[in-house]
Nanobody
Framework: QVQLVESGGGLVQAGGSLTLSCTAA????????MAWFRQAPGKERAIVAA????????YYADSVKGRFTIGRDDAKNTMYLHMHILKPEDTAVYYC????????????????WGQGTQVTVSS
């Protein structure tokens, strides 16, 4: 069982930047694909970005392409989400997830979620 802890959220003005971190414990971090999700008020949780075990393959939702960058540092068991040119519609609780395989697959379902980290973008 992997334990995931998200951090780095906060309040930022539109156009600003923020970096989220996800620290994992409990299994070999470098072996698994990872992803960031977000849930805005009144909306369903949706995938934002994903990265495979090697970091070579990544996926971004259309709404964040060109603004967000996902990365991982296996030596630190940590995944990042670098967010730039933030918009009010990016306001959400952001969650990280670990896949049970080396490669991510869109549409995967997860049974448990962490606390997440709140990102609020003011206009």
């Amino acid at each position: 069982q992997v334990q995931l802890v998200e951090s780095g959220g906060g309040l930022v003005q539109a156009g600003g930047s923020l970096t989220l971190s996800c620290t994992a414990a409990g299994r070999n971090f470098s072996t698994y694909a990872m992803a960031w999700f977000r849930q805005a008020p009144g909306k369903e949780r949706a995938i934002v970005a994903a990265i495979n075990y090697s970091g070579i393959s990544t996926y971004y939702a259309d709404s964040v392409k060109g603004r967000f960058t996902i990365g991982r540092d296996d030596a630190k068991n940590t995944m990042y989400l670098h967010m730039h040119i933030l918009k009010p519609e990016d306001t959400a609780v952001y969650y990280c997830q670990s896949y049970s395989s080396r490669h991510y697959y869109i549409g995967a379902k997860f049974s448990s979620w962490g606390q997440g980290t709140q990102v609020t973008v003011s206009s």
